[in-house]
């Protein structure tokens, strides 16, 4: 049973068949075949319940706040005030890059709406300033990932909802190892820049004034993670009330800048339905599946299937690792996760080790599935960018994100070291 799913599941997959419409066909099929009693009449009932989840609201909530910010010029001014504190280390606009998807990326919740934002803005200056584009590019695609993980997370939401784990508890366990991965980011661009320095660009000169006033550009994006992500961690509201606090302090940026007009308010309204419903359908056929896979006892077979091979916790693990690293260059990632969450969390439960941990090492291997070919999202999103002022071959991004990729790996491997890493905050903050 475990290997006609999983073949069927990669099979329809790979036919380029919508996620949604594969998620409902394998758990029609799957029961069917494998159940003692009819599943199917019971799809209404899981559908209602599970699209009436209260944390899900915060979903379109985050959607709508990441596209007003989009809309109102925060990220250039942003981009500009970081450049002028960052760009005298070797790598100079580079790290620029990853500061920037860092704090847009604690504003945004999404990984692809990051790293477009600041590849528009920062693209343009790439020629201009004379930096290699592999490197640069790389910084922009894998600094754009960083919105998978940093909270406030539309992907960790999603995790939580079909794990059935806390989302605050996600929140407070991935702030640090986010953060911890965009220095480790930095330091593999201050390297290799000092290593090869004909890769680094001209450096714009900025006097301590210029920079102090520039600090006046952060207090929106800064401001706006305070309240949503402050509210979480200091209990005065749950994820889906912080979204909706974060939906009322973008649009009042947006008003205060003289761009919250009925236009611009529009498009925000619009691309959140789209998202919205995209994101949405696929959840519900993944509540649904999951609903099946437990019914005919899938789930229990996985887990025994695990024992019986024999091997310590660890070492399952680090399978689970490698095969969501080969998964990942062949699956787009929000069906990667919806569609594996469930079975996964599971099988890593009865391993022993906690969710929440797991869920922070989960969202960075979902990370490095966005920058890894063939499929990886931002590869895409950095070169359709990049066409616009700078025309070049897909491969500088694939090339440049190599590093980036290393570093994933290597902060995967810190959180298996020393899990504290995750856990700390959430054990401080929730005994």
């Known amino acids: 049973m475990i290997p006609t799913a999983t073949t069927v599941l990669i099979t329809l997959v790979l036919m380029s068949l919508p996620v949604a419409v594969v998620l ?33 609201v915060a979903v379109p909530m985050f959607i709508l706040m990441g596209e007003i910010l989009l809309r109102c010029g925060v990220a250039r001014d942003m981009y500009e005030a970081l450049d002028k504190w960052v760009n005298r280390i070797p790598g100079g606009l580079m790290h620029t890059n990853i500061a920037s998807c860092t704090i847009f990326s604690a504003t945004s919740g999404s990984s692809v709406a990051t790293a477009a934002t600041i590849g528009t803005v920062a693209i343009p200056n790439m020629r201009r300033l004379g930096y290699r584009p592999s490197l640069y590019l790389g910084s922009i695609a894998a600094g754009g990932t960083l919105g998978i993980l940093i909270p406030p997370s539309i992907n960790m939401i999603l995790f939580g909802v079909l794990a059935e784990v806390s989302i605050t508890q996600l929140y407070l366990a991935a702030l640090l190892p986010g953060i911890l991965l965009a220095v480790l980011f930095s330091l ?30 952060l207090l929106a994006p800064v401001g706006l993670f305070a309240v949503v992500v402050g509210s979480i961690y200091a209990g005065f509201a749950t994820p889906t009330e912080a979204a909706a606090l974060g939906v009322i302090a973008a649009l009042l940026i947006a008003a205060f800048r003289g761009r919250l007009t009925m236009r611009s308010l529009g498009e925000a309204l619009e691309g959140t339905m789209r998202t919205t419903a995209m994101v949405m359908l696929i959840v519900l056929s993944a509540f649904f599946l999951n609903f099946v896979l437990v019914s005919i006892g899938l789930t229990g077979q996985i887990a025994d299937a695990i024992r019986a091979i024999d091997l310590s916790p660890t070492a399952v693990l680090l399978m689970i690792v490698a095969s969501y690293l080969i998964l990942g260059c ?5 069906s990667l996760m919806i569609a594996t969450t469930p079975i996964v969390a599971s099988v890593v439960a009865a391993l022993g080790y906690d969710l929440v941990w797991f869920g922070v090492v989960f969202m960075i291997l979902i990370e490095a599935a966005l920058i890894t070919p063939p499929i990886g999202v931002n590869l895409f999103v950095v070169q359709s960018v990049r066409t616009v002022s700078d025309a070049g071959p897909i491969r500088d991004v694939m090339l440049g994100v190599v590093p980036f990729f290393v570093m994933m790996i290597g902060m995967i491997g810190l959180l298996i070291a020393f899990p504290n890493l995750a856990l700390w905050l959430p054990s401080l903050v929730m005994p």
């Open 188 to 217: 593999a661009v201050l390297v290799i820049s000092i290593w090869r320095p004909e890769i680094d660009g001209t450096a714009s000169p900025s006097t301590w004034r210029e920079r102090i006033i520039a600090v006046r550009a």
């Open 330 to 334: 062949f699956m787009e990632t929000l």
């Open 24 to 56: 409902v066909a394998l758990g029609i099929g799957m029961s069917e075949l494998y159940s003692f009693f009819p599943l199917l009449p019971a799809a209404g009932e899981i559908l209602w319940s599970s699209s009436t989840e209260f944390v899900l």
